[in-house]
């Protein structure tokens, strides 16, 4: 794995009681600020899924139209009469 040192300014306050904490967590400031990190990421990518969700189905009730598994914009009718072809 490759790194990088990174310097971040934090107020000394701060530093020492997050020094204190992972000291009684018998863990690594920088293990900490990682872990903070991806789950900051993981945040993020789930926040982005749900709002395309969201325009999605937004679309979907303004337009009435569905988006099937393929991600084709069809009519409500349309949608239900392909999946009653995929039941037979």
Partial sequence: MSTKQTQ?????SVKDRFQQECRNRNSSMTAEVVRFMKHFIDQSYRDEKV??????LD???RTGMIRDSRG???SRDEYNLLRSFDDL
Avoid: A
């Fill in 72 to 74: 084709t914009w069809m």
């Fill in 8 to 12: 971040l300014r934090i107020e000394s």
């Fill in 51 to 56: 709002i395309k969700e969201l325009d999605l």
């Fill in 59 to 61: 679309t979907q009730r």
